[in-house]
């Protein structure tokens, strides 16, 4: 069994920054990518960023120098910076890892950005 526990979401005013952090723990071994996804309300999820076992990223476009994905591989932990956050940002933010063939997701934390 996994579990993935997310943390840093919150409510911030246009313009400010928020840190996501996700631990991932249970049964794990060798993760291939670790990633944020987002859901705004009426919208459906949607990919924000995500980071492969080799380091390579990417990330929406809407988010593109200004959201920072890393990991933690000795930790099993994946960050989201998020700098410079615009109203449009507000969602349900949710981490996901992939092992192998199957995926897992966390409960979601909230961000809210002020306009």
């Known amino acids: 069994q996994v579990q993935l526990v997310e943390s840093g979401g919150g409510l911030v005013q246009a313009g400010g920054s928020l840190r996501l952090s996700c631990t991932a723990s249970g049964n794990i071994f060798s993760i291939n990518a670790m990633g944020w996804y987002r859901r705004a309300p009426g919208n459906q999820r949607e990919l924000v960023a995500i980071i492969r076992s080799n380091s390579l990223t990417n990330y929406a476009d809407s988010v593109k120098g200004r959201f920072t994905i890393s990991r933690d591989n000795a930790k099993n932990t994946v960050y989201l910076q998020m700098n410079s956050l615009k109203p449009e940002d507000t969602a349900v933010y949710y981490c996901?890892?992939?092992?192998?063939?199957?995926?897992?997701w966390g409960q979601g934390t909230q961000v809210t950005v002020s306009s």
């Open positions: 996901s890892i992939l092992m192998g063939p199957f995926d897992y």
